[in-house]
């Protein structure tokens, strides 16, 4: 099922993202705790690409496992990065076999090495190339990433938004952004797509931050702004698990309500293989969700 289609609803919903396994021996492990996440009846799940430790192979396995079996619509990441344009045909091809129809289209992250390098004989740089191959491969539903406080490799956000204008007229039915902790943060950055002619649906990326380690990995992946709100809390509850997984949970529960109430409609949850934590926010909003 194409996501276009779920997301017509007029209703808050909720999709949570997984990623795959690092080893063979793993991919039960993770694909138990996949049907764990769609029975909670998600509006979608999505399957990163070799992101967070992951393996890349198991990304369609996961994605068609779960849509098979428990029929939530899943949408599989893909980067192009590091890839050849015969790699990322094969890929595409897999993804037709395996009956995908979502395809988040990335460009990957460059590894420190990679970032001084000479790039020029790179069969891809930029997403939007990749989104051009995907839209005319085939009847993909496709989306792209997006940074409400600027992707780190752009000067400014007014570059960083006519490039990814480029993206989303080369062929993005919608996009998700990088995880924030501030809403305010999230709104403005609506108000400039959208005065960029930037239309489609914009899913805002929540993490729930459930202990103080997973702060730091946070902060080196996506650059977060931590309001002093969020600080204060963490100060508080950092050195006691149960209580810091509890009021992170509150608090991305916090961002949902605030986002919902300023009418945004689907809301992506990073919930990182943690069924708990997806099922407790569920709860939260059980009575807003019905
Ligand atoms: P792009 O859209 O190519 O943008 C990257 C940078 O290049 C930006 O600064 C942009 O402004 C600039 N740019 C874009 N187009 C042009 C152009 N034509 N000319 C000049 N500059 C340009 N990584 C993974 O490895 N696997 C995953 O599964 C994964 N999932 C993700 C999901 C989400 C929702 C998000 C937000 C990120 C995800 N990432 C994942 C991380 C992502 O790969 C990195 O953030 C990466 O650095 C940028 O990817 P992108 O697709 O946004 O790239």
Known sequence: MKLTDVLKKDKLTLSFEVFPPKTE??????????????????????????AGGGTSRYTLAIAENMYK????????????ISSTRQTVAERIADMKAHGIENVMALRGDLTPEQKGSDRSDWDYHHACELVRELKAAGDFCIGGACYPEVHPESVDSREDISHLKEKVDAGCDFLTSQMFFDNSLYYSFLYRVREAGITVPIFPGIMPITSATQIKRAIELSGSFMPHRFLALVDRFGQDPEAMKQ???????????????????????????????????????SAILN
């Open 25 to 50: 021996t793993t991919l039960e492990d993770v694909l138990a705790t996949t049907q764990k996440i769609a029975a909670l009846r998600p509006a979608f799940v999505s399957v990163t690409y070799g």
């Open 69 to 80: 079996t428990t029929g939530v619509p899943t949408l599989a990441h893909l980067t192009c």
């Open 247 to 285: 009021a992170g949970i509150a608090y991305a529960t916090d961002q949902i309500i605030d986002l919902y109430a300023n009418g945004v409609r689907n809301v992506h949850v990073y919930t990182m293989n943690k069924p708990d934590v997806a099922a407790k926010i569920m709860d939260n909003l």
